[in-house]
């Protein structure tokens, strides 16, 4: 088990050490479904766009019609003319914006975003693009808030042009989904689990075997019980009992078996049984037995009453896992309840908190929605944890069957925080 969770730590420390080279400490690696980008405007609707401003222009002079923005030229200076569109758009959810864009031979086009917080930014410049292309803007080189309103401007370009008309064919702006952020921190998170996975299984299948075995250690004492009412000798009777299916326990018998064919002592081959079953109802059947054959007299009424006792100690510790199952259950559900608060605080007051420059307390800046996220999930990860341990003590008497529910929360709290909140 040692050389199990040395090579899983040294998995799950390679994977936090890549990562956290090639992302910290401000270099997220970001996941975009380039495949299924979301219509914000295809210009069929020009009513949306509503004039915003214009320099060196009269009205009459400009327009914006289905897929196409014109301004008439009338001088040497400077000529722009600017629409605008309410919009809303979560830079975090959706972290890129592209247009899809030609210009004539002596027009710009300049797109502008305004924030929640009334800042306004030029996110593109685009001069005598007169092939059709598609711009992709990364939205957080320019703001981590909301997208309240874009601004598209048209100007002449070179700011010479004496007269005539110039324009921009808009095709579609389009906003790219994030799938998902990944920071130093969530590498560690990724490196934790995946040092957790193969031990959390080893325990959880063995575990399962050594229920089977105890489970079956009734039926085998039953037989060999009954092998030995019809004259068997002790080692007869567990020869033939093991071509019986016991489970797990069948492979331990015919090790046992075998041991004896090569004339290993009786008590020598139990004792091996025993260390190879490695539970503790194994061991003291074992020990029961072998004292039975060693006091002698009716070795199959000494089997029947270490079969009682085997099945009253099951008993027990059937009533003990049932009467602490509702214990089990109220550590999920009391981590679930967390989650939803947390989910609830973060869309809905954090969110709009920061989406209005923040408390005003002091004039102290807003602190962003993700740095909130980012708490909650070392809250959420500590909890798991230590509920997941209590939860393995509980349920089976030892703190090591706890890491399969430490990893099945701590799963739960990465993909609420990466892919929900």
Known sequence: MRIIWAMSVLIGASIFAVGFIYTFPYQPTVIIDWSNPTVIDNFQNTTLWSFGSAQGVKKGQYGIAKGYVWLKCNS????????KREISIDTNKYPYLAIEFSTTQNAALRLSIQTSGGAVRQILSAPAQVSKTTDKINLREYTNSTITTLWMYVNDYPASISEGEIGVYVGRIL??????????????IVGFLSALVIPSATYYFDSRRKDSIDNNLPNLLRDIAEAGRTGMTLTRAIEVNAERDYGPLTEELR??????TWKVPLETAL????????TPLARRTTLLI???????GDIQESIDSVNRHIEELQSI???????????IALIYISFFVFLVTVFIILTQFFATVSSIGGLGFLGAKPV????????????AIVEAIFGGLAGGKMSSGSVK???KHVLVLTVISFIVFNFFV
């Open 290 to 296: 072998l004292e039975a054959s060693k006091a002698g």
């Open 317 to 327: 510790e059937r009533k003990r896992k049932t009467q602490m199952r509702p214990y």
């Open 401 to 403: 069957h706890g890491f």
């Open 175 to 188: 906003a790219y989904r994030r799938i998902v952020t990944a920071s130093w921190d969530d590498f560690l």
């Open 271 to 278: 004792q091996s049984f025993s260390d190879r079953c490695d």
């Open 255 to 260: 090790k046992t078996v075998a041991q004896l």
């Open 368 to 379: 962003p929605v993700e740095t909130y996220s980012q708490l909650f999930l070392y809250m």
């Open 76 to 83: 040497t200076e400077l000529e722009s003319v600017g629409y």
